[in-house]
């Protein structure tokens, strides 16, 4: 069976469109792929239809993360240095241990269990900004 990947840009608030959309290559086997990119599945039938397979939108891997970005560098432009990734962790399960202290051990004097609204604990330490929370294939948030 053969498949077409197709990167996806989300385009936000456009009505038309929910994103652009841009082939990018067939392969036999797409749930091996390592992509820095949103992607699309498409199979590809007999009969030369296409039927999606996955969406966009659907993580092929997801958890909770403890992971920091440089003071100087733009993290929208630039992946953050992971120390640990817990594959398939809810933010229900509260902050493991090493998490609680990597926090003490950077400066957070108060420790919580509390995840912001948007699954984030970050912090400023030594130039860097650290966060404790959710990721989703190579998405990772600075918590604002």
């Not at 990119?37 to 397979?53: A, G, H, Q, S, W």
């Not at 997801?62 to 120390?83: C, F, H, R, S």
């Not at 900004?129 to 604002?144: I, N, Q, T």
């Amino acid at each position: 069976m053969a498949y077409l990947i197709v990167k996806c840009k989300p385009l936000g608030d456009q009505w038309e469109c929910d994103a652009d959309r841009t082939p990018m290559f067939i392969c036999d086997d797409w749930k091996t792929l390592k992509l820095d990119y949103l992607f699309e599945v498409y199979r590809i039938n007999d009969n030369n239809t296409f039927d999606l397979v996955k969406d966009y939108e659907t993580p092929m891997s997801y958890g909770m993360a403890l992971y920091y970005w440089d003071k100087n560098v733009d993290p929208e432009e630039v992946q953050p240095t992971i120390i640990k990734e817990w594959p398939k962790r809810e933010r229900e399960e509260g902050i493991p241990k090493k998490v609680r202290t990597a926090m003490h051990r950077k400066g957070v004097k108060e420790l919580t269990n509390e995840l912001s609204s948007c699954g984030t604990i970050t912090w400023f330490y030594n130039n860097k900004y650290w966060v404790y929370g959710e990721y989703a294939d190579f998405d990772y948030s600075l918590g604002y």
